[in-house]
Every structure is written in structure tokens, then in C-alpha cells.
């Protein structure tokens, strides 16, 4: 069975300080993985997936297979950043069926 | 270029009472994903249909069944509601099926059973 895990429901990170938001997965092939992120009234989007390799709103994540973590990093918090982040995993389904996270609700303090 | 859609936003049923949840896909996306998301949880895939057909099903029972339409709507009905029911039903669409291509959702639909 798949699954994905966000160990906090809620982090608070200053402005300007570095943010991690943590996402471990459980899968037994070669998974996909994403970060999506849902900002105050407006509607579930993509911010990166793994297999892109880009820094999207200066957001990088990378895909560990050893301790299989998917973290998402920034190196300076904005305000903006502030939002829901969910992580989420697709595997060898056929049909991109998506395996979400319970989400962690990530706040900038100006 | 149109969004993914999807109405009603909110609606109140009985438990025990049927509903229907709509869904229009982003133009030239064939491809239809259907996910609920209770209180706290991230969304649970419940069934995605491509070209008409159900292609894969989550882990929900036959009470929840679908549709897909020519023009690649979509329906989600819902039988004999139960409390738990109660959840934000978030539809997706994709221009095809598979790996690789990126689901796009709409803004969901609130159902509250009491």
C-alpha cells in the first residue's frame, strides 16, 4: 500500500528564515512525488514535482530514495509562501492516481 | 482558457437522501479525477474516468459511482448518504491519462450531511 506522511500540521517560521516542510512515503516501485499547495481561497495547485527538477518560488525538493523523504525547502521565508502544503505521491496505477498527505499548514510571522 | 468548474458549491442533504456533484473539465483535458477531502485530511482519491470509462477506483464503496460525458464532463452521485459523507468533493482534470501529465482542480464542492 502507499502512503505519504506530514509530521506537522502546523509550522511557524519567521520572515527571511529558512523553511522545511517535511514528507516521507511509503511505495514499493518507483513513485512519483509533488508538492501541491492551496493558498488562502484558492483552489489546490501544483508547485513542483519530482522528476522536474526545478525551483519553483524558490521552493526546491528533492527525492531521497535511501530514507524515501521528499522535503521541500526554501532558503529565505516570504509572506507569500504562507498556505497549506500537501505532499502527494503517483505510482505505477495506469491512471496518475494521486496519494496525498494530511497537509501542513505553514505560516510566515512578518 | 476555461478552468476546471464545478457546482454546486455548497449543498446540505439528509443522511439517507442521493446527490449529484458536477464537474467541467479544462478545455482538451479528456481525463477526469474525483477526490474527497474530509476535515484535516488531504483529499482521497475516489474514481478517475478517462474517454467515457471508469479507469481506476479508490478505496470507496458502490455507493459512490460516476459518469463522464462526451464533451468530458463529469458527474459524481452519491447513494444512501452517511454523515461521513459530510467532506469537500474536489474534481481534476488532466489532458490524458497516466504518468506525466499534471492534474488541474477546480475549487470543490461542500457537502454537509446531517
Known amino acids: 500500500a502507499q502512503r505519504v506522511t506530514q509530521p506537522e500540521k502546523l509550522l511557524s517560521v519567521f520572515k527571511g528564515a529558512p523553511v522545511e516542510l517535511k514528507c516521507n512515503y511509503s511505495y514499493s516501485g518507483s513513485p512519483e512525488l509533488f508538492w501541491y499547495v492551496q493558498y488562502s481561497r484558492q483552489r489546490l495547485q501544483l508547485l513542483l514535482r519530482?522528476?522536474s527538477r526545478e525551483s519553483i518560488k524558490g521552493f526546491t525538493a528533492d527525492l531521497n530514495k535511501g530514507e524515501t523523504s521528499f522535503h521541500l525547502k526554501k532558503p529565505f521565508a516570504q509572506e507569500e509562501d504562507s498556505a497549506m502544503y500537501y505532499c502527494a505521491l503517483s505510482g505505477n496505477f495506469g491512471n496518475e492516481k494521486l496519494t496525498f498527505g494530511t497537509g501542513t499548514r505553514l505560516t510566515i510571522i512578518p | 482558457e476555461t478552468g476546471v468548474t464545478q457546482s454546486p458549491t455548497h449543498l446540505i442533504k439528509t443522511r439517507g437522501q442521493q446527490v449529484t456533484l458536477r464537474c467541467s473539465s479544462q478545455?482538451?483535458?479528456?481525463?477526469v479525477s474525483w477526490y474527497q477531502q474530509a476535515l484535516g485530511q488531504g483529499p482521497q482519491f475516489i474514481f478517475q474516468y478517462y474517454r467515457e470509462e471508469e479507469n481506476g477506483r479508490g478505496n470507496f464503496p458502490p455507493r459512490f459511482s460516476g459518469l463522464q460525458f462526451p464533451n468530458y464532463s463529469s458527474e459524481l452521485n452519491v447513494n444512501a448518504l452517511e454523515l461521513d459523507d459530510s467532506a469537500l468533493y474536489l474534481c481534476?482534470?488532466?489532458?490524458?491519462?497516466?504518468?506525466?501529465?499534471?492534474?488541474?482542480f477546480g475549487p470543490g464542492t461542500r457537502l454537509t450531511v446531517t
Open positions: 519530482h522528476i
Open positions: 478545455s482538451g483535458h479528456n481525463t
Open positions: 481534476a482534470s488532466s489532458p490524458r491519462t497516466g504518468r506525466g501529465y499534471e492534474q488541474y
